[in-house]
Structures are given as C-alpha cells and as structure tokens.
C-alpha cells in the first residue's frame, strides 16, 4: 500500500522528484499518509510530513503552471505575430507576383487571389500568349514564366500557412482564455493578448488602455501633442465598433475595452464561464448605436 | 443560526461587520490590525453557506479536501480555521495565485489536479473530515461520488450547485433536484439552501456518506 505513495523509495533531499512524483504518480485510493510516514520512518512526525508535503506540492505546483503558461498563451502570441507576418509577407509578394504577371500573362489580377489563380496552372500551360508589349511569345515556358509561377506558389504557402495559424489560433485561445475568446472572438483575443505580451499582463491593464493596444504610435503622436488621442487600437475590428457610425464609435470602444477587460481578469484569476458579460455588452452597445436612430445618421 | 465554527467570528472591519478569519491577506480584502480579515459571503459560496445559518457541521480544525479552488480566495480563510487543507483545482490559470496563497499558509496544499480523476492525487491525500466542493462545471454530483472515497464515514461535504454550469436554459430548481438526486445515490442529504442573494441560482449542500 505504501508503495503508491508520494514519498515511496524517494530521498528526502530531492525535492524535484518529489514534485514530478506528486504531479505523476497516482493511487487507487487514498491511506492516511502522514501516519504511513511516520511509521515507515520517513517523517519523524507529523508536522514534519507536512513541511515536506508542503514543499512537493508548492514545486509542483509552479512547475506544472509555468509550463503551461510557458505552453499556451506565449504560444499564442507567437503564433499572432507569425500568422500576421505570413500575411503581410504573402500580401508584399503577391503584388510583386501581379505587376511581374500581368507583363507576361494576358489575364492581369491582383492580391493573392490572382497568385493563387496563376499557381493553379501547371507551368506547361501557361501558354496564353503574351500582350504585345511583352515581346508576344507564344513559348509558353520560358524561365521568366516559371520564376513568376514560382514566386505565386510560395505566395500560396505563405498564405496557407497563415490559414493553418488561424486555425492553430481559433482552437487555442478558448482554452487560455474562454471568456475574451467568447467575446472578442478568438483571432482579437489573441491579439490583444499579444499586445500585451500574455494573459497575465493583460488582464492588469486597465480597461483604457486595453481600448487603445494596437494604436501605439497614434497615442504617442498624442502625447507629443501633435494629433489627438486614439479612440481606439485593435479592437477597431471588432462589430461593436465597426458596427456603430463614426461619431459614436469612441463610447462603442470604451463599453467593448471595459467589458474585454474584465473579461480578461475573469479568464486569469476566476476560471469559469461568465455568458452574462456579453449580454451586458450587447445591451450597452445596442443603446449607443440607437442614438443613431433618432438622428438619422449614416449606418 | 448554528454556531460559528472555532477561527470564524462575525467581526467589524473598517465600517462592515460580517464573517472573518484569521490569517494573512490573500486578494486585497479588508484586514484589522489584529490579523482578521473580512470573508465576504459574496465572494464565496462557502461563505455564503456559513453566512446563511446552514448547518455545515464545521467545529474548525479538521482535515479538508477542497475541489475548485480556482484563485484561493475560499480557500484562504478555510486554511485559515481547517487543519490541513489539500487543494485541488486543474486550471493553470488561477494556480498562480493559489499558489502565493499557499506560500503564505503552512498546511494548505495546492493540487493541479482533475477533481474528475482522484486517483491522480489520491497517492497525496489522505482521508477527510470534509469535503468541499465548488467546480462549477457540468457533471457537479458525479464529482461530489468520484471524490466521496477521500471522506471519512462520518465525515461530511459540503457543496455549492451552480444551475446554470448543469444547464443553462432549465429551471434551477429542476436542476438542482436532479443534482441532489444523483447525489443522494452515495450521500445522505442532511441541508439544501439557495444561496440568495449572495449567489443567484446556487445551491449550498450539506451531506455525509451513506
Ligand atoms: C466557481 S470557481 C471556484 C471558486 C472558488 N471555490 C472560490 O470560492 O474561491 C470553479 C473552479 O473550479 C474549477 N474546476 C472545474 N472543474 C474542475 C475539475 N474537474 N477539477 C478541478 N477543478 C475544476 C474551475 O477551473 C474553476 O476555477
């Protein structure tokens, strides 16, 4: 029976194995420890059972929670910044891609849709005629063709890779933090949570600065005196601000920051589900955006 | 109302009076200088349960399992009156806190664990005087059974139901029938309260195994 035990065969000294046993071990059912110590003379009483049991689990319990906060939401932020990287990336080549295509191929495009259009051919088809202007080959293949459906493809990689991060990131922010997800939908939680550089952080900014992440530059003009203060940061993508007309949008985005905010606290200290936050949201978003309605204003 | 157990006192503290313990703040609430600090019923379904008379058969110092400890706020001021206390909660999140509360208690153990898996601490825990409990997930009587090994024969838990974790569109009440139905497979019910108006649609639960 003491086999299963937290401190079976284990030196007192060690205190890192004491705390993978308590994190890995298991019994199947529980004995009165601290008295099996005692007598298989591992403790020389109680309260010294207890002084080592609290030093197991206190290590544990920081090992298992530094890995994984090490595990999900620095990932997070990683993967928002890798994600917008790959986009920005495919976004720059893409243009590249079209100016470069539209000289060779008939049909011009833009952005990566036209990218993805020319990778579609295979290179030994490419072989709509060049316009005048490009020398009017007929060659389908030459190397100018492949080097620019090269280029197109890898704009498609980078594209998809962005794709599979938002997919990695729509997954993984409910699980770090289901309230901010729930409400700002997992992509902007992410953000957010990689503007402020993990959960922890953000959930001890207040609900102002919260309202302006993202608008970093824009506040610092602000604050030289040279423009006005942002209204808000990233959470401009957010419905309840690019729902709400213009004039309106500064208390649309101070409501979502408070709300975000809490929702962020609630997500590193609390735990639980909290659906109330989002009606209230609703609610307060709904009465600013009727004060259009009286006035007419555009949508 | 029953007695308040040893290492609870209604006390005043700045301009309220309400439950206290005794021991070092946990999470910023209001402390006298003579090391009592206010335990608000509000913030704790414990809390609420003592505050509301419920009869919780607590007479302080007794060994404790506590399931859901989230940030430690309860828990704080159970180390505080308990003996003993092993902690369990199993998301990371909260666990930072719950461990600078425990970093200040001398025999409060904090267990990232899965209350739905006791065998994965059941090498750590040794049998209980209580168990209480507050997961606030789906599936909240079935925890109540998987733990009820860790309970002494006559020892006693001591649960909150949140209706909404059970389903969010039934009636409490419903839910809460259910719950305890369950439960009553294993435990024998001795008290049910609502929890009003510390906790809107909370269930407190007082029982011992059968
Ligand atoms: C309402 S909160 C508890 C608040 C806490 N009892 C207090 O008063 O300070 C519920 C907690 O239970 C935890 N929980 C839910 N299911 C659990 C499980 N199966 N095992 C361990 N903890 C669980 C949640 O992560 C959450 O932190």
Redesign the interface.
């Known amino acids: 029976m003491t086999d299963?035990?937290?401190f079976a065969d284990l030196d007192p000294g060690d205190r890192a194995a004491a705390a993978d046993?308590?994190?890995e071990?298991?019994?199947?059912?529980?004995?009165?420890?601290?008295a099996l110590a005692v007598e298989a003379g591992v403790s020389a009483d109680e309260a010294e059972y207890?002084?080592r049991?609290?030093g197991a689990?206190?290590a544990?319990?920081?090992a298992?929670?530094s890995e994984?906060?090490g595990a999900?939401d620095q990932q997070l932020v990683h993967a928002v910044r890798a994600m917008d990287d790959c986009r920005r990336q495919a976004n720059e080549l893409a243009e590249r891609v079209a100016e470069w295509g539209g000289s060779r191929f008939e049909e011009a495009g833009t952005g990566v849709e036209y990218a993805r259009e020319l990778s579609g051919r295979d290179s030994g088809s490419v072989g709509v005629p060049a316009s005048e202007a490009s020398g009017g080959s007929s060659e389908p293949r030459s190397d100018g063709d492949r080097q620019v459906l090269a280029l197109a493809r890898q704009v498609v990689a980078l594209d998809e890779e962005a794709d599979a991060l938002a997919e990695y990131i729509e997954t993984s922010t409910p699980e770090?933090a289901p309230n901010l997800a729930a409400m700002a939908g997992p992509v902007l939680a992410a953000r957010l949570l990689s503007l402020a550089g993990g959960?922890?952080s953000l959930a001890k900014k207040p609900s102002g600065t919260v309202q302006v992440l993202g608008a970093e530059d824009a506040l610092f003009a602000h604050l030289r005196g040279d423009a006005p203060s942002p209204k808000h940061g990233v959470i401009y993508t957010h419905d309840a601000v690019r729902g709400t007309r213009s004039e309106d949008r500064g208390s649309a985005a101070r409501a979502l920051a408070g709300k975000l905010a809490i929702a962020a606290r609630v997500?590193?200290?609390?735990?639980?589900r909290r659906?109330g936050l989002q009606a209230e949201l609703d609610e307060r978003i709904a009465a600013i955006q009727a004060r259009a309605e009286g006035g007419g204003g555009d949508e | 109302m029953s007695d308040l157990p040893e290492g609870i006192e209604q006390r005043s503290i700045g301009d309220e009076t309400g439950l206290a313990t005794r021991g070092p703040p946990a999470y910023g609430e209001p402390t006298d200088d003579t090391g009592w600090r206010r335990w608000n019923p509000r913030r704790s379904k414990l809390g609420a349960m003592i505050q509301s008379g419920m009869d919780t058969g607590l007479t302080g110092g007794e060994t404790v399992l506590y399931l859901g400890a989230a940030a430690g706020t309860t828990v704080s001021h159970v180390a505080d009156f308990a003996g003993p206390t092993y902690a369990v909660e199993f998301a990371a999140r909260p666990v930072r806190d719950l461990l600078d509360v425990a970093e200040d208690r001398q025999r409060l153990f904090p267990l990232l664990k899965d209350a739905r898996k006791p065998e994965t601490y059941a090498h750590v825990v040794e049998p209980v005087d209580v168990i209480i409990q507050d997961v606030a997930t789906r599936g909240q009587a079935e925890v109540a059974l998987t733990n009820r090994g860790f309970l002494h024969e006559d020892g006693r838990l001591l649960l909150a139901v949140k209706a909404r974790s059970e389903d969010v569109t039934a009636d409490p009440e419903t839910v809460f029938d259910e719950v305890v139905g369950t439960l009553e497979s294993e435990y024998e019910v001795l008290e049910r309260q609502r929890l009003e108006p510390y906790h809107a649609d909370h269930l407190g639960v007082v029982a011992r195994p059968r």
């Open positions: 299963d035990a937290w046993r308590i994190r071990g298991s019994a199947e059912s529980p004995a009165d420890w601290p207890y002084d049991l609290r689990t206190l544990a319990g920081r298992a929670a994984r906060e999900v770090v959960l922890e997500d590193y200290y609390g735990g639980d659906p």
